[in-house]
């Protein structure tokens, strides 16, 4: 009976082999792993690890008969002796060897066993260890400066509790990460070119930062200091200075929580062209095909050398045309800005930026993608259980709201004030009352606004020497965006118009100022005093327009540079001129 269910066994068996060849699989040409680990619970169940690419398995009790299995486990009686191999029926491969022979002693366990979970519930089959690992991923991204509270959105002072309140939590290892732009957006951090939210990021644990294009507004000068001061590293796969990988910033970085090794790639997107050309002196972003090479060599480099069981892929890049709180599964055609191929076992869950929107996306290979908008208002959380014994692992994502990490219930931590302090000794002095705004500005007020503004600054700069014919150029106010009615500080201001761009006079063909600035074209505002159109002007003619230095290094937009204003005075302070001078946004 014995030797019929045997040769049944070896008919089913070589079925499952023709089975296996006429699936077109590439046959390996190295002969097969070593033999199985086997260990032996306290009930006297014998387990043993899958061997890659076995068929089935034979193992012998004592000196008994060899036992075909499909199965990875055997029950012993006390003081029986078992030894296990692997077996393929398969071209180029080998059988392996038998195990070292374990003996069952009812009641005991070796120390020093393996664990092993079979039927993958989480627990060792021999000791019933929780070999699962419980972990808590959370990325920000383009946060822009936001420390402190305002009337319209939370600063970082009840996340700041949130954050310490869940890694005093034991159940879970949390790793918290950015997806780039932390520092540029409001005066609490621009004033010192992003220090605050750095100190900050160091006192919160955040394990890395992927460098956004904001991050680069003020120049390589200030990342260096910045990436000194970090207690993470800056990351950015993609980008180089003549070149060269920049001292500032790194390709990834290791992370080990709970036995499971973590590797995070940095990556920004195809962002060059929002960097003001005066900052962008052989600065360069790989992208396409030569970043999706980058990353898959460093992830491959990841696992291999360093050990990694996870890829993590921050980028700073994102969907245009997504805005959802709940999964949504896309296709390649529709991730432009992200190569789905790296998705393909070289990366596991991806962190993104820059377009402020707010998803989960699932891609054609099923690994999550999520961005948490902008400005503070979401943060990306997933939640992955690792099984450390077979790998395997789900992920399970969300969005959190301010309702969730900002909630009244929490109360400030100290060290949001503390580090306040450091940096602004004297309290806020841009907290003052500049005036007050009668009516409600939209965001295309104040760019029109400044647009004028501009203009009747060169005039009195250097309109005795040159004729100016417009002011203006690319010009886009941040969040909150528009300025309410009612009192205006310095501090509401600085939030709308947080560039550093100088005023500058440049002279430009006439053709080109027509195509340019005098044809309809996105976030680009002029004013004129004489109320300038596109058939007044000479195709061929030279006019003097001022801008400010982003627009003229723009290259597309041909201006060449005459002259810059000396003065420090940016959009921003014109602007509260025009409120201080008692004329009120009218």
Not at 14 to 31: E, I, S, W
Not at 112 to 123: A, E, F, T
Not at 278 to 284: A, M, P, Q
Request: glycine residues 10%.
């Amino acid at each position: 009976m014995k030797r019929t269910r045997y040769i049944c066994f070896l008919l089913a068996a070589l079925l499952v082999c023709f089975a296996f060849a006429g699936c077109g699989r590439t046959k390996a040409d190295r002969p097969f792993a070593p033999a199985p680990l086997v260990s032996i619970g306290a009930d006297g169940t014998a387990v043993w690890e899958t061997v890659e690419g076995a068929l089935y398995y034979i193992y012998v009790i004592d000196d008994g008969e060899e036992v075909p299995t499909m199965e990875c486990r055997a029950q012993l009686a006390e003081g029986q002796t078992i030894r296990v191999k692997a077996v393929s029926g398969r071209e180029n491969f080998g059988d392996s060897r038998f195990s070292d022979p374990q003996t069952y002693h009812a009641g005991t366990i070796d120390p020093s066993h393996p664990h092993s979970d079979v039927n993958g519930d989480g627990l060792c089959d021999l000791c019933g260890t929780d070999v699962e690992a419980e972990l808590t991923f959370l990325a920000v991204n383009d946060l822009h400066g936001k420390f402190a509270d305002t009337s319209g959105q939370p600063g970082v002072d009840e996340f700041t509790t949130y954050l310490k309140e869940l890694y005093a939590d034991p159940a879970r290892e949390e790793i918290l990460l950015s997806s780039g732009d932390m520092w540029q957006g409001t005066v609490e951090s621009s004033t010192n070119r992003g220090a605050l939210m750095t100190e900050w990021m160091n006192e919160t644990g955040f394990v890395s930062m992927t460098l956004g294009n904001h991050e680069f507004d003020w120049g390589a000068d200030v990342l260096g200091p910045n990436s000194e001061l970090a207690e993470f590293p800056f990351l950015g796969i993609n980008v180089t200075v003549d070149g060269e990988t920049p001292s500032y910033c790194k390709a990834s970085v290791v992370v080990e929580r709970d036995g499971v090794r973590i590797g995070i790639i940095g990556a920004i997107g195809d962002c060059l062209s929002s960097i003001s050309g005066e900052f962008r002196d052989g600065l360069d972003f790989a992208t396409g095909n030569a970043l999706t090479n980058l990353v898959k060599a460093e992830s491959v480099r990841l696992r291999e050398d360093e050990g990694c069981d996870l890829i993590v892929y921050s980028i700073h890049d994102g969907g245009e045309n997504f805005s959802s709180s709940g999964v949504t599964s896309v296709t390649n055609a529709q991730m432009r800005y992200y190569d789905t191929a790296l998705s393909d076992g070289y990366v596991d869950l991806v962190f993104e930026a820059h377009t402020h929107k707010r998803y989960i996306l699932r891609d054609e290979h099923g690994v999550y993608h999520l961005q948490g908008g902008g400005e503070n208002k979401y943060v990306s959380g997933a939640d992955v259980a690792f099984n450390t014994v077979t790998k395997r692992y789900t992920v399970t994502p969300r969005l959190l709201g301010t309702g969730t990490y900002a909630k009244d219930s929490l109360e400030d931590d100290p060290i949001v004030e503390e580090l306040y302090g450091k940096y602004f000794p004297d309290n806020d002095p841009y907290e003052t009352v500049l005036g007050e705004n009668v009516n409600r500005w939209d965001s295309l007020d104040i760019a029109d606004k400044v647009a004028e503004l501009y203009y009747k600054k060169g005039v009195e700069v250097w309109g005795a020497e040159y004729e100016i014919a417009l002011g203006g150029g690319y010009l886009k106010t941040r969040s909150p965006y528009d300025l309410a009615k009612g009192d205006v500080t310095y501090a509401d201001l600085f939030s709308l118009l947080p560039f550093d761009n100088t005023i500058v006079l440049g002279k430009i063909k006439g053709e080109d100022l027509k195509s340019n600035f005098l044809s309809v074209k996105e976030n680009y505002h002029t004013y004129s005093a004489d109320h300038l159109y596109a058939s007044d002007v000479d195709d061929d003619g030279t006019y003097y327009i001022i801008v400010d230095s982003y627009t003229s290094t723009y290259a597309p937009n041909h201006i060449t540079e005459v002259a810059r204003l000396t003065e420090v005075i940016y959009a921003r302070d014109l602007v509260a001129a025009y409120v201080a001078d008692g004329r009120r946004g009218d």
